[in-house]
């Protein structure tokens, strides 16, 4: 523990002096918002994946499953404790593929792997003692919930056409297990069917969709992909398309990315677990947010190789702490910016959580090449006319994010100099931020990524 307090700050003093600096202004647009999210934008998924499945010769699921996860362990729960609250969607490939054991169903297997099954599965079964526990933890953790419901139940695949599913879907045991889950007092925020998300009222309130732009998990060029802008930026098109439906159809409902994981087929063994993923992945939510996309579902809390947490330890990973800011920082209100500079320096601001002010986030990609950052604010009204310089007079609050040892392939990030790393009773470490003179230029090292709240910000948007 000595060792990474210690060496933390020195490697990233080090690595500060080799970069070259570059002066950027940034312009907020805070007159009025460009797009609204849910306030619980941050979602995380349980999955229904045994311990089976494997992907690119590796089995990386272990016992983080639905029906396998051991809800007791203390690291777990202090983990989602800390959201205060965390949405989470119990959901996943094999959701169609298991029936609930209430009401006439009194058959309850287990995921068998079987060539002809979907997704190399046969049928697996979710028993209401089961129910009993996930929901006393929900409770217990404080989760805002989202269950994915069996959209295949009584269907069968076409004989002709691989993929497609003919026949009536039968809703008897959907209903029974939503009758008992009300009978039980429990809390579900929203049921997801098919590619839809509605109420328990039945009232359709927004459309889902999955995003895993980065390929195949075992794709060698997985990480230049994360650290190149135009390949980042190639799936505005995916949010934008599917705001455009969204708009012309059913303006009223929102866009929920309800699955995200970077990597598809569990993640990258040598990427998703690394500070390097934060990149792709905290850019992202800055992205979806901007097109009007309401909730942002990390793919998976744990399990896979792209779990927030390990699959064996409950330690959280980097891109755990990336989000854990980004739900105590920035508001649903998204704030319009605008740079001239080198593409590498990714800028998305909101109204800040708590007001008042404004929080921004900035990643910063280049491997050798910081920024020294000034802010001006665009007044309404003021097109054609120079921007305001922004000179704030109440220190900044800022939470800067590097790797451990400067290597981006870390699975240790540092917050402000210090590493993140549970306490002893395995709670999450304290995520205070670095009072900054306002005065300053916010700096932003090569390579690295942080959270800026600035509390006297005037932008109407947020009053």
Known sequence: ??????????????WASLSFAQNVNVVIHGAASIAKTDDNFVCVTLDWWPAEKCD????????????????????????????????????????????YKVGEVSSCPNFMKREDGLFGFSQGCLSMERWDQLNRFFNHTGVKLTFRLNALFGRNESQTEKGLWIGDWQPQNTRDFMQYTISRGYKVDS???????????????????????????????????ILDPSYLNQVSQTYKGVSDVVNKFRPQLGAWVSESGGALNGGS???????????WYLDQMGMASTYDQK????????????????????????DYYGALLWHRLMGSTVLAVTKETDPNLRVYAHCAKKKPGVSLIFINLSKDRSFNITL??????????????????QNREEYHLRALTGDIKDDIVCLNDVPMVQTDSEDIPAMDPKLVDASTPISIAAQSIAYVTIRDFEAPACV
């Not at 499953?65 to 777990?76: M, T």
């Not at 063994?269 to 990149?279: L, Y």
């Not at 792209?306 to 064996?312: F, I, S, V, W």
């Not at 001006?376 to 007079?393: H, I, L, R």
Request: aromatic share 12%.
């Open 1 to 14: 523990m000595y060792f990474k307090i210690t060496f933390c700050p020195i490697i990233l003093l080090l």
């Open 56 to 99: 690119y010769n590796q089995c990386p699921w272990g016992k983080a499953g639905i029906l396998n996860l051991d809800l007791r362990y203390g690291a777990l729960i202090n983990a989602i404790k800390a959201f205060n609250p965390l949405r989470i969607k119990v959901g996943g490939s094999l959701q169609d593929n298991v029936v």
């Open 191 to 225: 049921y997801e069917f098919g590619n839809l998300n509605h109420s328990p009222k039945g009232i359709v309130d927004g459309l889902t969709h999955h995003i895993y732009n980065l390929g195949p998990g075992d794709d060698p060029n997985m990480m230049n992909k």
């Open 269 to 279: 063994k040598d990427v998703s677990r690394t500070f390097a993923d934060g990149f």
């Open 295 to 318: 909730v942002f579902c990390r793919q998976a809390l744990i399990g896979g190789n792209y779990g927030l947490l390990n699959a064996t330890t409950f330690v959280p990973n980097p």
């Open 376 to 393: 001006s604010n665009a007044k309404p009204g003021d097109s054609g006319k120079p921007n305001y310089e922004f000179v704030g007079k």
